[in-house]
């Protein structure tokens, strides 16, 4: 079993549409979760990150977790073209290896 | 946030020759980078991970000697693939740790031809 599930995708939704990303983990002693936006042939944006359960907003973007159910979610409201591109999760128990998935690859058509 | 500078962005290399891929952290000090190789539609791959002043600890599988990681500097660690073939063509990417947070250079595609 993979450390690091997430779906590859491709998600395509319209402009404006609410769009949401997971992963799930199976690590418990996961305690760092984060998301990365990755355009092609480019190294992977750091958006956001959160420290243990709950919920983080930055704008547009809200990131969850849940460690209950070793399940993590990356919200985009009011999507546009340019958030298309490919969305990795991350996450580390202690900042000595990050994990991450397999990215889910996004399309949001004007 | 912190920017990492990894150079160069693409090489061209031929089969048997070696490269040496350099990655900067420009306004902080990175005691921590590690260096992922990344195959089309797939995740980042760990293949090592560098502290300053110290020797690489690299994943399993991961040959050590084909891949030369040096971080000398509290800013800059090196990938030299060395004797490189076809099948060391990737795209490689750096990441450097500032406190609880990872940033990543640019990435560098390689071709060996």
């Known amino acids: 079993q993979k450390e690091v599930e997430q779906d590859p995708g491709p998600l395509s939704v319209p402009e404006g549409a609410i769009v949401s990303l997971n992963c799930t983990y199976s690590?418990?002693?996961?305690?760092?979760f984060m998301w990365y936006r990755q355009y092609s042939r480019k190294g992977p944006e750091l958006l956001m990150y959160?420290?243990?359960?709950g919920n983080k907003e930055d704008g547009r973007f809200t990131a969850q977790v849940d460690k209950s159910s070793k399940y993590i979610s990356l919200f985009i409201r009011d999507s546009q073209p340019s958030d298309s591109a490919t969305y990795l999760c991350a996450m580390s128990a202690n900042f000595n290896k990050f994990y991450f998935g397999s990215g889910t690859k996004l399309n949001v058509k004007p | 946030g912190a920017v990492v500078s990894q150079h160069p962005s693409w090489v061209i290399c031929k089969s048997g020759t070696s490269v040496k891929i350099e990655c900067r952290s420009l306004d902080f000090q990175a005691t921590t980078m590690f260096w992922y190789r990344q195959f089309p539609k797939q995740s980042l791959m760990l293949m090592a991970t560098s502290n300053e002043g110290s020797k690489a600890t690299y994943e399993q599988g991961v040959e050590k000697d084909k891949f030369l990681i040096n971080h000398a500097s509290l800013t800059l660690s090196t990938l030299t693939v060395t004797s490189a073939h076809p099948e060391d063509s990737s795209f490689y990417i750096c990441?450097?740790?500032?406190?609880?947070?990872?940033?990543f250079g640019q990435g560098t595609r390689l071709t060996v031809v």
């Open positions: 990441s450097a740790r500032a406190g609880i947070e990872a940033f």
């Open positions: 959160t420290y243990s359960s």
């Open positions: 690590n418990s002693a996961f305690q760092y």
